[in-house]
């Protein structure tokens, strides 16, 4: 095993904090991009995974034999944490998962077992699996102290790469377990006032749906917990979670292309630590096309003729020639539209002048994940170029559904 991989040290790497010039020209903010998907799995989920896994060697033995359920990204930093350590990994995933993440999960040693048709039904046979193995030990994919404190990490290196405290930092949401890393690692170095804006697809947002339950379609600042009944026609059951006195929603389907967004139920410890944050969280929701669109321009590629480039992409010489999945370009939205960055942030920061504006400091979180591939880049050309017709983007913001001008 290498000196990387001993107990002792953290396996994630620390990733760059760099200024974009080319977002920060669209919202006329100073914007930096946190890198996540520089991390060895090629996402920020090895942070907490990685930490986890350690501790689990350190109770229980070079034997220990890692189990996690899985969209991908999570279950890719388990394997790669569990080829580092020197101990077996099982990912255990939806069926519906591709075999290109299959084949990346075996490339890196781990056993992979396709269950369930959503992520809730793959955990529920997880759980049944490890308890016939005598050394499996359940690994979380975002529902965990553990994760959570890995992922703050990243909060602690933003502090001594940034020039200043920023005045806000954008993040994608899931399950939880980035959100709950990103408020506890604000704690830690005393950002508990800074905005955190809370990015998740339509289909796909447990979360939005938990903030709104809990604080009365987001006007109340005081945890209120509400009837569990609700309509036939609602999208989702109600559970109420009395370790954390919050309330859950299990959505009963999940209709967005971002995979890796698609938790049908937030962990409920960070529900509790977002209603009670001091600074507050901000919830916002984007359809499929504008993350797709953001996907392929900050992938460096023009969405805006179909029929001319069909057969070839084009570049944008000044953006970033990054291939990010939709759960991750969800996250950059803002930075390309400043209308939506206005509504996003308020009208205090509406009403900035120019000159004040640029002193503002943002952050995104390029959370990452390797759900992604030129072809589906095309394919979202087309589905990009198809959703022209309208001039606007319909968005939702703490309850309040906006349009906003396609720029």
Not at 48 to 64: M, N, R, T
Not at 187 to 211: H, M, Q, R
Request: one cysteine or more.
């Amino acid at each position: 095993m290498s000196i990387r991989a001993a107990q002792s040290d953290n396996l994630w790497t620390e990733t760059p904090l760099v200024y974009s010039s080319h977002i920060s020209d669209i919202i006329g903010c100073s914007a930096y991009l946190k890198l996540e998907n520089l991390q060895p799995s090629q996402s920020f989920k090895y942070r907490g995974i990685s930490k986890f896994a350690q501790q689990c060697k350190e109770k229980h033995g070079p034997s220990v034999h890692l189990m996690i359920a899985s969209g991908g990204n999570a279950g890719l930093a388990a394997a790669v944490a569990a080829r580092a350590l020197g101990v077996k990994c099982t990912v255990f995933l939806p069926i519906n998962i591709s075999n290109e993440t299959q084949q990346a999960l075996r490339k890196h040693g781990a056993d992979v077992v396709t269950i369930g048709e959503v992520y809730s039904q793959t955990l529920a046979a997880l759980r049944d699996a490890v308890k016939k193995e005598i050394n499996g030990v359940l690994v979380p994919a975002y529902d965990s102290p553990v994760c959570w404190d890995g992922h703050s990490s990243m909060v602690t290196e933003m502090q001594k790469q940034l020039p200043r405290q920023p005045d806000a930092i954008f993040c994608s949401v899931g399950g939880g377990g980035l959100i709950g890393g990103i408020i506890q690692g604000c704690k830690n170095v005393g950002w508990d006032e800074v905005p955190i804006v809370a990015l998740e697809t339509t289909g796909s947002n447990c979360f939005y749906n938990a903030i709104a339950i809990n604080t009365q379609d987001f006007t109340s600042k005081v945890p209120i917990i509400p009837s569990t009944e609700v309509e036939d026609s609602s999208p989702y059951t109600i559970e109420i979670v009395g370790e954390y006195n919050v309330a859950i929603p299990h959505m009963k389907s999940l209709k967005s292309r971002a995979a890796s967004l698609g938790a049908t139920s937030p962990a409920a410890g960070v529900v509790r630590m977002a209603v009670d944050r001091a600074g507050g969280i901000k919830c916002v929701c984007v359809s499929d096309e504008m993350a797709m669109r953001t996907a392929r321009l900050f992938g460096g590629e023009s969405p805006c003729d179909v029929k001319r480039y069909a057969n070839a992409i084009t570049t944008l010489p000044d953006d970033h020639k990054m291939l990010t999945e939709l759960a991750c370009s969800t996250t950059l939205t803002p930075g390309y539209n400043r209308e939506f960055l206005s509504h996003i942030l308020g009208p205090k920061f509406s009403a900035l002048s120019p000159e004040e504006r640029k002193e503002k400091c943002l952050v995104f979180v390029v959370c990452g994940g390797v759900k992604i591939s030129f072809e589906e880049m095309r394919e979202f050309e087309e589905i990009v170029a198809a959703a022209q017709v309208e001039n606007s983007w319909r968005v939702q913001i703490d309850g309040e559904e906006i349009q906003v001008p396609k720029q």
